[in-house]
């Protein structure tokens, strides 16, 4: 299949979570965590779930809320339950914990550092590497970076008051990341010096 990687606004979007088990709930929170409304079904919700706003269905009303949620996750450990919300679902956006080629959308590992998120996805072919590969990931990305990026932020910001062409907006944002001054400034967390510096340079763009 050919799988390509998307970001989905889940803001008051409907989830739901046939399956309690540590994936179920791990997804189910992931989802709750992003603004969705999640329903669990199969199992039982815990009270960490609850508190996020996870509401408990029973089994016997599968059909009913699979036909109301936007998007299914399907984590039980029931093959024959599997299948039976895979065929409910059919015509949703569907995320098979067991056997992922049979539905149309993967939950990557995922993680924040700062306000930069990162996902790793294998192929399925290895979680434990997932977790190796996010472990490389954070010990590359430093403070200086997450820094950086905001710098970045504001000084497009007040670019894009000042100058319309895009490509001189780039080739002023290149300068700012090379900028020796600047990146002295950043390795000593030097933020706002950072920013009046560059609103001094940025003064006189017309």
Do not use: C
């Not at 999640?38 to 016997?60: C, D, M």
């Not at 936007?70 to 679902?89: C, F, I, P, R, Y």
């Not at 990557?108 to 306000?115: A, H, L, Q, T, V």
Request: net charge neutral; glycine share 6%.
């Amino acid at each position: 299949m050919g799988w390509t990687p998307l970001y989905l606004d889940m803001q008051d979007k409907n989830v739901l979570v046939v399956g309690s088990g540590e994936v179920g709930e791990r997804r189910a929170r992931r989802f709750l965590q992003s603004g969705a409304n999640v329903v669990i079904s199969s199992g039982h919700v815990s009270n960490q779930l609850e508190e996020l706003g996870a509401i408990y269905k029973p089994r016997k009303e599968l059909s009913k809320w699979a036909d109301w949620a936007d998007l299914v996750v399907v984590a039980s450990g029931d093959t024959q339950l599997n299948q039976e919300v895979s065929s409910l679902s059919k015509d949703k956006l569907i995320n098979r914990a067991d056997h992922p080629e049979e539905g149309n959308l993967i939950v990557p590992s995922s993680f924040f550092i700062g306000d930069v998120q990162f996902s790793i996805f294998t192929q399925g072919k290895s979680p434990l590497m997932a977790k190796e590969l996010r472990k490389r990931i954070q010990s590359v990305v430093n403070k200086k970076d997450i820094l950086q990026l905001e710098l970045q932020h504001f000084t497009r910001q007040l670019l894009k008051e000042k100058v319309e062409d895009q490509k001189k907006r780039r080739d002023y944002l290149y300068q700012i990341l090379n900028d020796k001054k600047i990146n002295e400034l950043l390795d000593n967390g030097k933020v706002e010096q950072a920013q009046s510096y560059i609103t001094q340079v940025l003064e006189n763009l017309h």
